[in-house]
């Protein structure tokens, strides 16, 4: 867990709970990283969000807004995908808006997902999306990468065939997970 993870847990309200650990790592990576647009979230989200685990903790620069990108579409309905199977919305909804969103905008960056979303490894996206989507894991069979498993899923859900995430191309695992489109 990176410095900045470490000092939102400091004023959080719940330290030991999962999704304040979860969403301070989340959080933390991209405050290291010195660019808090990527996590998908605008500034008044993020706030919320902050204000709901992390009690009086500051963030410098928020984001403003979240720029165009014509990949809004997979990102929209990547996020109602897991919106859709998300077993904790009905009691936390806002921090499954954010989970899904952040899960969203990672999905465009060119790495697995990961090191998208600053975490340790893929374990720790089995864990969260274990978490929160169940169902979604359960049909993992083929045990596929992350991203490229939530990408099928939105190109079923969407009646098309399979493709890969947006960002998939750019990744250095794209002739592995992708043999055919080399």
């Known amino acids: 867990m990176n410095e900045s993870a470490r000092a939102l847990l400091v004023h959080a309200a719940h330290p030991d709970a999962p999704d ?10 991209r405050v290291e ?10 500034a008044a989200a993020l706030s919320r969000l902050i204000g709901r685990h992390f009690p009086g903790a500051k963030i410098d ?9 014509a990949q ?3 990102v929209r309905d990547l996020r109602g995908l897991l919106m859709w199977h ?25 790495d697995h997902l990961w090191r998208d979303l600053g975490l340790a490894g893929r374990d ?14 359960a049909r993992n069979v083929a ?5 490229k ?26 002739a592995f997970c992708y043999p055919d489109n080399r």
């Open 20 to 29: 304040s650990v979860l969403f301070a790592r989340l959080i933390g990576a």
């Open 86 to 110: 998300d077993r904790t919305a009905t009691r936390h909804r806002q921090d499954a808006l954010c989970l899904a969103a952040i899960i969203s905008a990672a999905s465009l960056r060119p």
């Open 149 to 174: 498993f939530l990408a099928q899923e939105v190109a079923h859900a969407r009646g098309e065939a399979p493709t890969c995430a947006p960002g998939c191309p750019g990744c250095e695992d794209y």
């Open 124 to 137: 720790d996206v089995t864990d969260m999306l274990g978490r929160h989507y169940p169902d979604l894991v």
């Open 72 to 74: 809004w579409p997979f």
């Open 33 to 42: 990283s010195g660019d808090l647009l990527l996590l998908g979230l605008d």
């Open 143 to 147: 045990n596929l990468r992350w991203k």
């Open 61 to 69: 620069r928020p984001p403003v807004a979240m720029l165009w990108s």
